[in-house]
């Protein structure tokens, strides 16, 4: 079965035709898309390796670096950064005196800049062999010392002690949207605080990283290490419903729920999240296993296309004043998004379910090669919104290409 599954993956000519056109847009830059001139690290994270492959190192090195030279002193990490000029969004912007003609803006309901840096550089090292870049001064501290200041911002900041885990504003999945607010990016005393499967599973990514990245400059690891053990443990506890085989949505701390009192959200399934666990090493094979078909289920029952519909069911509150939580299939309410969509075959592959895998890969291609082009994201029916050109999405469908290739070409020596 094996062989068998690996020659129609290395035969896939839909393959083959996606993934040049993944590369053909990554030669293009590094900003997020055609709708969004800034470079954002969340974005940038997930494209850098098919971005080395084919673009300018020497540029991608400087777009890493950007993100020290706005580096809050703190630790705090921002979202991105863009020429002043080229703005187009109502951000509090934050500027840096290296870069006058640069402004830079933190979604501040998120928890995942500071996680998305780490495992950004470690892409970069282990696609460019550079490690200098852990070595190079700003402001008198290095880039390893600074990534350690990050996550430690997040451990100050964002942390709930009582259990173990980060905490963000309360989001549909990954989303960067909260409901209190029409369009709700940052936190204000509205804000309900959550912690939630995306932001713990990057945080455990970057530990991983981090503690990956002072091994590479001779440095101890072991601080790093145990702390990813102990979120391990916390995300088990307090984060996963063993009864229902799913991640719960949120777990609220001391202001609760934004929702009404009798809004339930527990039946709800975050797909990006729970990728995010599979790729973190969260999830057992076996669970895996089983969120891969409740994922299929659920595109089943929302009619969708693919594994890439942010969640099922979906939210429904419209007493909320951001439209996103009641507008049924629209953006992070249930758009299906290759960029999230293309890591979930990399999760089930990291689980050792490649049949899976390439079962939710294949109607992601034939949704890019049937509305020709990376789009940010669809309608139940395939209809394509945003940016045509949504780098993110090009990066995370070329990179599942790239492993399930991988994986097949190991099957048949």
């Known amino acids: 079965m094996s062989q068998t599954l690996a020659r129609c993956i290395l035969e896939a000519q839909s393959f083959t035709r996606v993934h040049a056109r993944a590369q053909e847009i990554l030669r293009g830059g590094l900003s997020a898309g055609a709708r969004y001139p800034e470079v954002w690290i969340r974005d940038l994270a997930t494209f850098i390796e098919m971005a080395c492959d084919v673009g300018d190192r020497s540029e991608i090195r400087r777009a890493l670096l950007m993100f020290f030279d706005f580096q809050q002193t703190d630790g705090a990490i921002v979202d991105g950064y863009t020429r002043r000029d ?32 780490v495992i950004g550089i470690r892409r970069y090292i282990e696609s460019t062999g550079d490690e200098t870049i852990l070595g190079e ?11 350690g200041d990050a996550i430690s911002w997040v451990y100050s900041a964002r942390w709930s002690e009582a259990h173990g885990l980060a905490w963000n504003a309360t ?8 409901p209190e ?20 599973a990057m945080l455990s990514m970057a530990l991983r990283d981090l503690s990956w990245l002072n091994g590479r400059a001779g440095r101890p690891q072991g601080y790093w290490s145990e702390l990813g053990e102990r979120l391990h443990d916390s995300v088990r506890k307090h984060l996963w419903d063993a009864e229902r085989q799913k991640y719960r949505p949120h777990v609220y701390l001391d202001k609760g729920s934004p929702f009404p009192a009798d809004y339930d959200e527990s039946p709800i399934f975050f797909h990006g999240g729970t990728a995010m666990a599979m790729l973190a090493g969260l999830l057992t094979r076996e669970e895996a296993l089983a969120c891969a078909e409740r994922m299929m289920r659920n595109v089943a029952e929302a009619g969708a296309c693919t594994v890439g519909i942010t969640i099922w069911p979906l939210y429904n509150v419209p007493s909320m004043p951001n439209t996103n939580y009641h507008m049924p299939f629209v ?38 090669e ?17 940016s045509k050109t949504f ?13 399930l290739r991988s994986w097949a070409a190991d099957q048949l020596r």
């Open 86 to 117: 080229e703005s187009v969004d109502p951000y509090n912007y934050i500027t840096s005196p290296k870069h006058p003609e640069m402004v830079g803006h933190k979604n501040t309901v998120e928890t995942d800049q500071e996680s998305s840096l």
């Open 137 to 147: 001064i700003v402001d008198g501290r290095s880039v390893l010392d600074r990534l």
């Open 171 to 178: 989001t549909i999945d990954w989303g960067d949207c909260q």
């Open 181 to 200: 607010h029409e369009w709700g990016v940052e936190l204000d005393a509205d804000s309900h605080p959550a912690l939630c499967i995306y932001t713990n």
């Open 331 to 368: 953006y992070q309410n249930g758009g299906d998004w290759p960029w999230w969509g293309g890591r979930v075959p990399q999760g089930l592959l990291a689980c050792g379910l490649p049949e899976e895998a390439y079962a939710a890969l294949l109607p992601i291609v034939e949704m890019i």
């Open 370 to 386: 049937t509305h020709d082009g990376f789009f940010e994201w669809h309608a139940p029916d395939g209809t394509p919104h945003g």
């Open 391 to 403: 780098r993110g999405a090009a990066g995370v469908v070329g990179g599942a290409i790239e492993q």
